[in-house]
Nanobody, 123 residues
Framework: VQLQASGGGLVQPGGSLRLSCVVY????????IGWFRQAPGKEREWVLC???????YYADSIKGRFTISRDNAQHTVYLQMSSLKPEDAAVYYC??????????????????WGQGTQVTVSS
């Protein structure tokens, strides 16, 4: 499985961005996808995930501001971010795990990772 994340950039506080994660080499239908982020000097942080049946789970820090969705036909998972705060600035990574046996759940561990896309929130 290969993943390519894109869509990062510079946005002002309160603004919005949509990140994309395109999956290659495996059918997206059978993958749970998670988004993680890592800010300079901080540990990598789980942000949210979407299971194979479309169930979604969110970290408290982004609940109500971020939304994850998937388009299996386009092999793409989207992370819609709104009301962005300076503390949301980080490199965002998408990750995949074969998880069709647990269609409503997200895994704790992911086998495959994308390269990351930088999100900067600054005025």
């Amino acid at each position: 499985v290969q993943l390519q994340a894109s869509g990062g950039g510079l946005v002002q506080p309160g603004g919005s961005l949509r990140l994309s994660c395109v999956v290659y080499g495996f059918t997206l239908d059978d993958l749970a996808i998670g988004w993680f982020r890592q800010a300079p000097g901080k540990e990598r942080e789980w942000v949210l995930c979407i299971s194979t049946d479309g169930s979604t789970y969110y970290a408290d820090s982004i609940k109500g501001r971020f939304t994850i969705s998937r388009d299996n036909a386009q092999h793409t998972v989207y992370l819609q971010m709104s009301s962005l705060k300076p503390e949301d600035a980080a490199v965002y990574y998408c990750a995949a795990e074969r998880y069709s046996r647990y269609p409503s759940s997200c895994p704790r561990w992911y086998a495959d990772w994308g390269q990351g896309t930088q999100v900067t929130v600054s005025s």
